[in-house]
Antibody, heavy 117, light 107 residues
Framework: QVELVESGGGLVKPGGSLRLSCLASGFTFSDNYMNWIRQAPGKGLEWVSYISSRGTMTNYADSVKGRFTISRDNAKNSLYLHMNNLRVEDTAVYYC??????????WGQGTLVTVSS | DIQVTQSPSSVSAFVGDRVTITCRASQGIGTWLAWYQQMPGKAPKLLISSASTLQSGVPSRFSGSGSGTFFTLTISSLQPEDFANYYCQQASIFPRTFGQGTKVEMK
């Protein structure tokens, strides 16, 4: 069965960096585009970033553009989100999600990133 | 960016009630709209893609309709396990914006 497991979250000071990982299993990872979506505490969902199945195309929300970088290693069935210059407002649960036509059909359980001094 | 306005922000209903949630896009998106259900403390679950395609395993009491700028999610007969948060998302262009969410609460 499809499984997505995020890791790498934690507490970081403003201006710091983190790398989130998402390990995929149960499907051919290289067949699907992937997204990162986040949810601040008590708030709604915010799409963060997209990467195509081969990693040749990416896209970012304006709120993270220039600070976050999405990447993937299809040989390792892994998706990454490199986050630099973190801000308090980046505090959220970060989900990775598998993309299908026009939607994200499987989501990981999420990893919490807390940015605080 | 395409703005997606979801309403209502919350709805109180009884088991067995019919509940309808709407999403309006600020410009036409064809049928590039998905609906998700999120239980407290859990990851979102895809219910409907392409505005009206029910995902495998999702009960038939859920249905979606619409195209262009106006979309609806209907729960025909609310069940106890349906009390949750619901979100729409446009998938027409980046950024892939979500609606603000609707909390379906027990009356």
């Amino acid at each position: 069965q499809v499984e997505l497991v995020e890791s790498g979250g934690g507490l970081v000071k403003p201006g710091g960096s983190l790398r989130l990982s998402c390990l995929a299993s149960g499907f051919t990872f290289s067949d699907n585009y992937m997204n990162w979506i986040r949810q601040a505490p008590g708030k709604g969902l915010e799409w963060v970033s997209y990467i195509s199945s081969r990693g040749t195309m990416t896209n970012y929300a304006d709120s993270v553009k220039g600070r976050f970088t999405i990447s993937r290693d299809n040989a390792k069935n892994s998706l990454y989100l490199h986050m630099n210059n973190l801000r308090v407002e980046d505090t959220a649960v970060y989900y990775c999600a598998r993309g299908v036509t026009g939607a994200d059909d499987f989501w990981g359980q999420g990893t919490l990133v807390t940015v605080s001094s | 960016d395409i703005q997606v306005t979801q309403s209502p922000s919350s709805v109180s209903a009884f088991v067995g009630d019919r509940v309808t949630i709407t999403c309006r896009a600020s410009q036409g998106i064809g049928t590039w709209l998905a609906w998700y259900q999120q239980m407290p403390g859990k990851a979102p679950k895809l219910l409907i893609s392409s505005a009206s395609t029910l995902q495998s395993g999702v009960p038939s009491r859920f249905s979606g309709s619409g195209s262009g700028t106006f979309f609806t999610l209907t729960i025909s007969s609310l069940q106890p396990e349906d009390f949750a948060n619901y979100y729409c998302q446009q998938a027409s262009i980046f950024p892939r914006t979500f609606g603000q969410g609707t909390k379906v609460e027990m009356k």
